[in-house]
């Protein structure tokens, strides 16, 4: 019979000096088609822990948990587990329903070891901070490939995305989703709630599908999307969040969500960029979105789109409360099923 592996000790820097973070199982397979190890996701996190920590530093931020691998059944905590260290800080937030609760709040280092410790893949941050959880500093597109299309298509609707949202000015920073999308974030000014910066974003994603209709949509309902590229508008919503820049995916390859330029984006696939790749790969070219807080704009011009289209709102996702001029959410076809029906 195998012998289990001990568990490890892990230093990392904290505030007020080092910390020890447990690492437990350390062997268990996680990726079982390359062979990884938990040990090994742990590792991959301490080796980008500083530039991960300046993307989730002050956000609530959910959890992605995989404690039986990959090839296990994920869950996410969207509250702090029980169990976290007395380091481990939260911030209240408010869910579409009105409720509340208490977020994990990255504020250190060791809190990240400690929940790649407990399963986690990925970190998915709030667009927000602790000290304004009602108004986003960042405004997310996501890029989604819909059947029949792959990651160079979203590549080349990204480029056009990139000519919209200097028109809007707004500095434009992509990465890689860790499959075959690109998400690409833009640092704002705190001073908008989550319905104008979802109106904002919707704006902007209509704007790069007129420009490129045979590449990239803005649909909501899949029946309508075609073999194009999804600007999937309520990411932006309250409670919507996406995968950071430097988490480990739950994909088969361990691939990671990774920060890159402009320049790069047509010459890169998503295998590029895994747990063995990645760590290599910061400490020669380091964090291509060090700058990004140094950027911060505002979207009024993307707001001003908005009020001048008279299409006005979208669709919420289902399980959102009815919104203002929201139009119905009844799929096209059926609506035009039952339109046919009752004209009999």
């Not at 979203?154 to 920073?173: F, N, Q, R, S, T």
């Not at 990465?175 to 919707?202: L, M, N, Q």
């Not at 790069?264 to 290599?280: I, M, Y």
Request: aromatic fraction near 10%.
């Amino acid at each position: 019979m195998a012998t289990k592996a001990a568990a490890v000790l892990l230093t990392v820097p904290g505030p007020d000096g080092d910390r020890e973070v447990r690492l437990t199982s350390p062997d268990k397979i996680y990726f079982p088609e390359p062979g990884i190890t938990k040990r090994e996701v742990v590792e991959y996190y301490l080796a980008v822990v500083d530039p991960l920590l300046g993307v989730l530093r002050e956000r609530p931020t959910n959890l992605k948990r995989y404690p039986d691998g990959v090839e296990g059944e994920p869950f996410y905590s969207k509250r702090l587990p029980k169990g976290a260290p007395a380091y481990a800080e939260t911030v209240r937030v408010t869910f579409p329903s009105g409720r509340t609760a208490d977020a994990f709040c990255p504020t250190e280092p060791a809190v990240l070891l400690w929940a790649a410790n407990m399963g986690t893949f990925d970190f998915h941050p709030w667009p927000v901070r602790r000290a304004d959880p009602d108004r986003p500093d960042e405004l997310r597109v996501d890029l989604d490939p819909q059947p029949g299309t792959d990651f160079a298509d979203a590549a080349a609707v990204a480029a056009v995305l990139h000519e919209v949202l200097d028109e809007a000015g707004l500095v434009g920073w992509p990465k890689t989703s860790g499959g075959r999308g690109i998400h690409v974030f833009c640092r704002i000014r705190p001073e908008w709630d989550f319905i104008d910066v979802r109106h904002a974003v919707i704006a902007i994603g209509r704007k790069v599908a007129e420009r490129v209709p045979e590449r990239a949509t803005v649909d909501w309902w899949k029946e309508e999307r075609g073999e194009r590229i999804f600007l999937d508008y309520n990411q932006a919503a309250r409670d919507r969040t996406i995968a950071s820049a430097w988490s480990v995916r739950g994909r088969p390859r361990a691939t990671v969500s990774m920060p890159l330029t402009w320049d790069d984006l047509p010459d890169v696939t998503p295998e590029d960029f895994d747990v063995r790749t990645v760590p290599g790969i910061y400490a020669e070219r380091g964090d291509p979105h060090a700058d990004m807080d140094a950027h911060a704009g505002g979207i009024e011009t993307a707001l001003e789109w908005y009020a001048a289209d008279p299409r006005g709102e979208m669709p919420y996702p289902p399980e959102y409360p009815k919104m203002p001029g929201e139009p119905s959410r009844v799929q096209p076809s059926r609506a035009r099923s039952s339109t046919s029906e009752n004209k009999r």
